[in-house]
């Protein structure tokens, strides 16, 4: 069975500073990813997602993600966070074949002016 | 566009009691998903539904939770009786098929305590 690992479960950083936000995943076959981004008090909203194709995909509000198959990883990263992006983020995967998302625990990013 | 609904957005119940949580997803989407996120954990898959039919409820707790989507639209989803253990966010979502190319669309869950 598919499993996702974020390995920070809080990451404080400042304002207009870079931000990397990393998960790690574990599966037998292909895989689909997901990044999404929970604002309080709010659902989940889809940030990117890696499908196939290009291992850098760029998703909203200035995130981005690469997907890398021999490190089995789908690190998030933005190169200057706003306080807007104080939120909870998970990453997900939903293995070839499958219908069903697996999250991962989350990581809340707080930032500090 | 309005997004997925759902109520309530908040309740408080005692142990032993039942509580319904109703959903409606964004018009024309066939699949609709119910989770459960406990504190500090991501979303868990309660179960699937594919226009009225289920897709996948192989973790949802049939002994005390059960859901329905009668007219292949809106949904609801049950417990009886509660434990302390289900204190979570219920999250309700839907998208367009289940494709991998859908995108699940998520209403603002249901806060569930239970003393």
């Known amino acids: 069975a598919q499993s996702v690992t974020q390995l920070d479960s809080q990451v404080p950083v400042f304002e207009e500073a870079p931000v990397e936000l990393r998960c790690n995943y574990s599966?037998?076959?292909?895989?689909?990813l997901f990044w999404y981004v929970q604002y309080p008090n709010q659902g989940l909203q889809l940030l990117l997602k890696?499908?196939?194709?290009?291992?850098l995909v760029k998703g909203i509000n200035g995130f981005e993600a690469e997907f890398n198959k021999s490190q089995t990883s789908f690190h998030l990263r933005k190169p200057s966070v706003h306080i807007s992006d104080t939120a909870e983020y998970f990453c997900?995967?939903?293995?070839?074949?499958?219908?069903?998302?697996?999250f991962g625990q989350g990581t809340r990013l707080t930032i500090n002016p | 566009e309005a997004g997925v609904a759902q109520s309530p957005r908040y309740k408080i119940i005692e142990k032993r009691q039942s509580v319904a949580f109703w959903c409606n997803p964004i018009s024309g989407h066939a699949t609709l998903y119910w989770y459960q996120q406990i504190l500090g954990q991501g979303p868990k898959l309660l179960i699937q539904f594919q226009n009225n039919g289920v897709v996948d409820d192989s973790q949802l707790p049939k002994d005390r939770f059960s859901a329905e989507r009668l007219k292949g639209v809106d949904s609801t989803l049950k417990i009886q009786p509660a434990k302390l253990e289900d204190s979570a966010v219920y999250l309700c979502a839907s998208s367009l098929g289940a494709t991998i190319t859908d995108t699940q669309y998520f209403g603002p869950g249901t806060r569930l305590t239970v003393l």
């Open positions: 890696y499908l196939s194709g290009s291992t």
């Open positions: 997900a995967v939903k293995v070839r074949g499958a219908q069903k998302l697996v």
């Open positions: 599966s037998s076959v292909s895989v689909y």
